[in-house]
């Protein structure tokens, strides 16, 4: 099973994804990087809190590493997905009984930005192991970033884009009239040239560590780049999402 676990609160985990924790045998841990012990600190506790009606184990592996100087990226996660089928597929044979019933904890949904299905599908397509996979939702990080700003992803009928943040343009409205900026290590939103755009930023959203600022672009930009690097220096990792879009009214 792939159960979507939340982006951090422990409360956000559904009760369909606590109804598949305990049909749970194997809990496979799979994490990566400096957020490691702090990502794996809340997936123990949703464990803890959530499984109640049967043993489980947890299998911890470590990640296979990704070659990030690579000057393709789109063959560099190829590689590196190829990497983490032969790992699962190894893990499969070796900790799941012929009924055994496996899950992966993924951080937000596993639709978003998040590579486990396309590995499993990749684990499949190889061939040495079949299974049937369910897939359970969770609430992502722009779910919890708009609710935690009190605020809808869009105006009536308007357009919505998710983009990370390497491909955020200097004009992001010519694409879509609010825009959701992930993975974006590099404070893109520096490079937006329209500074009346409103933006909501939100780092650690739904976990106590969580930072909230929003205002005018050009009002802001620099508070969040400071305050983005005071924490990612304090804790050794950050994960922060954001949304642009014009004011109301045109601001
Ligand atoms: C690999 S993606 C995973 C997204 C995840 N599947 C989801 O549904 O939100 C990681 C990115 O998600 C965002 N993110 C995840 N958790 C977050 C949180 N608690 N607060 C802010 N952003 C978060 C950040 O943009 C981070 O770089």
Request: charged share 30%; aromatic share 6%; with cysteine.
């Amino acid at each position: 099973m792939i159960i979507g676990i939340g982006a951090g609160d422990p409360d956000h985990v559904t009760v369909q994804a606590v109804r598949a924790l305990n049909r749970v045998d194997v809990v496979f841990a799979l994490d990566k990087g400096p957020a490691k012990a702090d990502l794996a600190r809340v997936r123990t506790e949703i464990c803890e809190r959530h499984i109640t009606d049967r043993a489980y184990r947890v299998v911890e592996v470590d990640d296979p590493p990704r070659d990030r100087s690579a000057d393709d990226y789109d063959a560099s996660v190829r590689a590196w997905h190829d990497a983490r089928a032969a790992l699962y597929e190894r893990l499969f044979l070796e900790e799941l009984g012929e009924d055994g019933c496996g899950a992966f904890l993924v951080w937000g949904d596993p639709s978003l930005y998040d590579g486990t299905l396309r590995i499993l599908e990749r684990v499949l397509e190889r061939g040495a192991v079949g299974f049937e996979h369910e897939v359970i939702p969770g609430i992502t990080s722009v779910q919890a970033l708009a609710a935690r700003h009190r605020i809808p992803l869009n105006g009536i009928g308007e357009t919505i884009q998710i983009t990370p943040g390497r491909r955020l343009t200097p004009d992001p409205m010519a694409e879509a009239q609010n825009v959701v900026v992930m993975l974006d290590g590099r404070c893109a939103f520096e490079e937006v040239a329209d500074g009346d755009l409103e933006i909501y930023w939100g780092a650690y959203v739904g976990t106590d560590d969580e930072i909230l600022i929003s205002g005018r672009l050009r009002e802001r930009a620099a508070e969040i780049r400071r305050v983005r690097e005071e924490a990612r220096a304090r804790h050794g990792w950050i994960m922060d999402t954001y949304l642009l879009r014009r004011p109301p009214g045109g601001g």
